[in-house]
């Protein structure tokens, strides 16, 4: 009988003692990188969502490993965090213990999982080791600006020798709107202070104002995924919209870059599409609208000047500069009251829910400069003030976003487009779009500015009002921020008595006790964000050790890009877009020799599970039942599915000891038994709908549960998680064990030579393998090893020939089960990832068939069946001659055949 829980424990220990997953540069072999999704160690721990991917990424390591590849896998920990700092504020406890706790914790769940990563290489980010070099990236930053003409990051001090040489007249380069130009002699005579606010302008690391999301019982800023209906998250508390001095990182300066290279990036296209989006690159113009009977203008950007016709209303953002200019005095109040709702929902939320939008009327017009009709002026709180000017020309008849405004505002709408010609347009009626644009342009030159190329995407917020986070390394000399010298680094977390802000609102490391540089001069006191140490971890992982450089050479110039990078789509406009951010500085730089981080995306579906919330009374600390929900103002929160009994009642009892606020809270409900709402969505530990896999590993073993989490359906597609088939796995495995031992435990392997019909069945095995793995499809090729198992049980097969070939394809899958059999019932020696795959005698496959869609430019034309075994050059050639396909490519010439083994062929014509 298979004893799985003694097995894992002595294979796991062997490894361990041999360090069998250690990796080292081998410049013979060919390198083969994949990467994990960066994991937070939350106390929480792992869910049976995390191992989708760990594990996957396992057997494709395992995999790669047995094709000949040196394989780097290694998995770190994002340490740094509000969680761990918000247990903190609440217990006391310094966030390093929290943190060590929660990582052992992780480490022993990923022990238990048989993942085959080089625990040497391992760190978290908030490693005093670590985070020095995140601080040195930011002194490059901060020491760094964008030379267009170069289109690179090039060192300030160039920046310096220009401004003493020639002025600023001559630097082209992104920088703060609004800066002055200057001559080399008003440089010269410019003061310290001056000329420090003049960098800050120019720099990639800087300091301005900007908006943000503060919430005063947290004492922090807060991201936009962190409110929720101008409440935070976490502890439901108020937040508002306040201008605060920020630490800025200038990542527009690389806006055409990211957006350019996004086209060389094997990425989901999904993936691409929502970068492109955020990033929302447009090339347009700006009008100037009169405002009635003032001088003042409203400038309005616009890449379609050709609808102005059509334009029934314009649409300022609740944060536009002239708001007061342009509100007339008897709809100021109503205008401030909608200022004060709209700034309390964050621009995710303006921005998304379109329907739920708001806006007022100001009592203001302005003229349309292309009929000289009068248009009024509204406030929307679906306008966002760092997109173009801040301000809109609505045409609700092409824009739905304005459509649905105008709709609940009844404002008119004027059809212009039509079957792509203009209409309804005076001068410009029966013109195409491209050629009414030009005419319209040039018709109103002196109202508009040309060839304004404009960005969604907005310069990242660096700073947070938070301890556990790494220090900003910048001193003050007479409110001159200044940086410390790489040699001081890393500039290390003092030791606080308490983590939250100070009495006068100073964040929490304006509690250390004479934490001074060179003891007189006064630290930055905000930290940095939890995506600063994400941005750059996978370059550390090439080096982790290395003292003297953020990454050894070397190291850099072989492991290069990340070959395959596994996770979830929901880091598109966070975490993927830093870290090709940082990248491409750290490329201008010469400290690594690429440019994008990681060259293929795959995200993995997500495992779901069913969530469970209660309502809290907006402002009290106080619960309804869900069945008398509607007769409060409440704010849904998910509740731990712990607390919930089968039938979706609340055990109040056990809900009073999960935080310290829930303890005096109080609860309404009829009867006896409070109600709580469910749905069906995204296993997550913030949801707290999560199902340990540490239970289902201690009843059914490691290799059951890395199987039954591959078997459940294609990587790419979510899942619900459900152990109804947890046993057909389980019978899978004895059957393989039945292959070597009958019931009695009596070892039934032989020597013979294979027969035909044996070389047939294991070599089809693993021809599907291969090709499933390759191409990510671990659950078809989990299928194959089960129908091989059942073939060679039903001809009693025990042939240790063939049995050796079928453990190691079944190894990166069944990774005890497998290396058990190999050295105790097979008597193999060494392990099995060390060993190399079988090769594939295409003779046994003769009668196997692959089906083959046939498409040109993407789309299907033809479907053909060829032998498993027939080489590409045969499959492409005769593809090629099908008349189908013949007649599509007509006289167009073949630029391109994508050729995907067992999958798909594309014509490029």
Wanted: with cysteine; aromatic share 12%.
């Amino acid at each position: 009988m298979f004893n799985y829980k003694e097995i894992e424990k002595k294979w796991n220990e062997k490894w361990e003692e041999e360090n069998v997953y250690k990796t080292t540069t081998n410049h013979d072999a060919k390198k083969f990188y994949c990467l994990d999704m960066f994991p937070y160690p939350s106390g929480a721990g792992l869910h049976v969502g995390h191992p989708l991917g760990y594990i996957a990424t396992d057997i494709l390591c395992r995999f790669k490993r047995l094709n000949g590849y040196n394989v780097l896998h290694a998995m770190g920990f994002d340490s740094f965090g509000l969680p761990a700092e918000q247990f903190a504020i609440e217990t006391g406890q310094h966030p390093e213990i929290t943190t060590a706790r929660n990582i052992k914790n992780f480490n022993s769940q990923l022990r238990s999982m048989g993942l085959s990563l080089d625990k040497s290489r391992t760190f978290k980010t908030s490693d005093k080791e670590y985070y020095k070099w995140t601080q040195w990236i930011f002194l490059k930053l901060f020491n760094s600006w964008y030379d267009i003409n170069s289109d690179k990051a090039r060192n300030i001090s160039d920046l310096i020798k220009i401004f003493e040489k020639n002025g600023s007249n001559n630097v082209i380069t992104t920088r703060v709107q609004n800066t002055k130009n200057f001559t080399s002699q008003e440089w010269g005579e410019f003061s310290e202070k001056e000329k420090s606010d003049i960098l800050m302008s120019y720099r990639l690391a800087y300091l301005s104002y900007s908006t943000v999301n503060w919430c005063p019982n947290l004492g922090t800023v807060l991201a936009n995924d962190e409110v929720i209906n101008g409440l935070s998250e976490r502890g439901g508390h108020p937040v508002e919209k306040k201008k605060m001095k920020q630490w800025m990182l200038r990542i527009t300066a690389y806006a055409d870059r990211l957006l350019h290279n996004l086209n060389s990036l094997e990425w989901p296209e999904s993936l691409k599409e929502t970068q492109k989006n955020w990033i929302g690159r447009s090339q347009g113009v700006i009008i100037k609208f009169n405002i009635e009977n003032s001088t003042k203008t409203i400038d309005i950007y616009t890449s379609e000047p050709e609808k102005l016709f059509g334009v029934t209303f314009i649409c300022i953002s609740p944060e536009h500069f002239n708001m007061n200019i342009i509100t007339e005095g008897k709809y100021k109040k109503i205008v401030s009251e909608h200022i004060l709702t709209s700034l309390s929902r964050s621009e995710l939320e303006r921005a998304s829910n379109i329907k739920d939008t708001s806006g007022v009327f100001t009592g203001s017009y302005v003229m349309n400069p292309v009929n000289n009709k009068k248009i009024p002026i509204w406030v929307g709180d679906y306008v966002l003030s760092h997109y173009g000017t801040g301000a809109i020309m609505a045409i609700p008849a092409h824009n739905s976003q304005d459509a649905i405004f105008s709709e609940i505002f009844n404002i008119e709408k004027i059809q212009v487009i039509k079957n792509g010609e203009i209409i309804n347009s005076n001068f410009l009626n029966g013109l195409d779009i491209f050629t009414g644009r030009e005419r319209i342009t040039s018709y109103l030159s002196e109202s508009i500015i040309n060839n304004i190329v404009n960005y969604n995407m907005r310069d990242a917020i660096f700073g947070r009002q938070r301890y556990w986070g790494e220090p900003i390394p910048i001193y003050y000399d007479n409110d001159i921020p200044k940086d410390i010298d790489e040699s001081d680094l890393p500039l290390e977390l003092p030791i606080i008595d308490k983590y939250f802000p100070t009495a006068d609102g100073a964040p929490p490391l304006g509690r250390a006790i004479n934490w001074l540089y060179k003891d007189k001069y006064q630290y930055e006191l905000t930290t940095m964000p939890g995506w600063a140490g994400s941005s750059w971890y996978f370059i550390r992982y090439m080096s982790p050790d290395n003292s003297k450089r953020l990454v050894n050479v070397e190291e850099a110039n072989y492991w290069r890009e990340v070959d395959i990078y596994m996770g979830g789509s929901e880091h598109a406009t966070g975490h993927l877009l830093y870290s090709r951010f940082w990248s491409l500085f750290l490329y201008d730089l010469g400290i690594i020799n690429f440019e994008e981080p990681f060259l293929k995306i795959v995200n993995q579906g997500m495992i779901q599970g069913r969530s469970s919330f209660i309502y809290r009374v907006k402002g009290e600390n106080t619960f309804v039942s869900s069945d008398i929900k509607e007769n409060y103002d409440t704010q849904r929160i998910n509740v731990d599915i712990k607390y919930i009994s089968d039938n979706d009642i609340l055990d109040i009892e056990n809900f009073r000891t999960w935080r310290k606020d829930y303890k005096e809270s109080k609860f309404i409900y009829n009867k006896d038994s409070f109600k709580c709402d469910w749905q069906i969505e995204k296993m997550s530990k913030s949801k707290h709908n999560v199902v340990n896999p540490d239970h289902i590993i201690d009843k059914y073993g490691a290799d059951v549960f890395r199987i039954y989490e591959m078997f459940l359906g294609p990587i790419h597609q979510s899942k619900l998680w459900n152990l109804g088939g947890i046993e057909g796995i389980q019978k899978f495995i004895n059957k393989v064990w039945r292959l070597f031992y009958d019931s009695n435990g009596k070892l039934l392997i032989n020597d013979n030579t294979p027969n035909e019909n044996e070389k047939i069945i294991i070599h089809k095995m693993l021809s599907k393998v291969s090709e499933d793995i390759e191409r990510l499809s671990f659950n078809t090729a989990i299928t194959s090893l089960m129908i091989c198992v059942n073939e060679l049980n039903k001809i009693e097969c025990h042939n240790s020939l063939i049995l050796k070939d079928f453990l190691i394809a079944l190894s990166p899958f069944a990774v005890y089960l497998s290396q058990e059999l190999w050295s105790n019932a097979l008597f193999l020696e060494g392990y099995l990832i060390n060993q190399s795959y079988p090769k594939i005698n295409k003779k046994y496959l003769k009668n196997e068939k692959t089906r083959y869609p046939i498409t040109i430019n993407g789309k299907v034309r033809a479907i053909m069946e060829f032998e498993v075994s027939e080489s590409k050059e045969f499959i492409t050639n005769e593809a090629l001659k099908n008349p189908i396909i013949r007649k599509w490519i007509g006289e167009g010439n073949v630029k391109n055949v994508i050729f995907i083994p067992g999958k798909i062929i594309n014509i490029v014509i």
